[in-house]
């Protein structure tokens, strides 16, 4: 399967960069490098992951991020990459504003 990374999902990975790369001079590097190798094993493991409603989502395995997917005619869209950390609504307002668009 092909792996698409979405604007929506862009963006986070930006912001998870921009947190981590003003915590210490070259952790966003090694966040998104971390981040962007995960959402390529998604070429292999697509579909094996928990469902929250329409989307699969997997937690990353270095850094506090769930990548959220989804599977349509053999291609895999990562719609977000949200930080686990943040405050439970706004990860479920988050979740539901990306069901809808499905």
């Given amino acids: 399967m092909e792996v698409r990374i979405l604007l929506s999902a862009e ?6 960069y921009d947190f981590y790369e003003k915590q210490s001079l070259g ?3 090694y966040f998104y490098d971390t981040l962007y190798f995960e959402i390529g094993l998604l070429q292999r493991t697509a579909g ?3 469902k929250r409603g329409n ?3 997997v937690m990353s395995k270095k850094f ?3 990548i959220y997917y989804q599977i349509s005619d053999f291609m895999v869209y990562v719609r977000a990459v949200l930080d686990a950390r943040q405050d439970p609504s706004k990860i ?4 539901k504003k990306e069901q809808q668009r499905f």
């Fill in 11 to 16: 963006n986070d990975l930006q912001g998870g």
């Fill in 27 to 29: 952790l966003g590097d």
């Fill in 48 to 50: 094996i992951h928990s």
């Fill in 55 to 57: 989307l699969f989502r």
């Fill in 64 to 66: 506090p991020y769930r």
């Fill in 92 to 95: 479920q307002q988050r979740e």
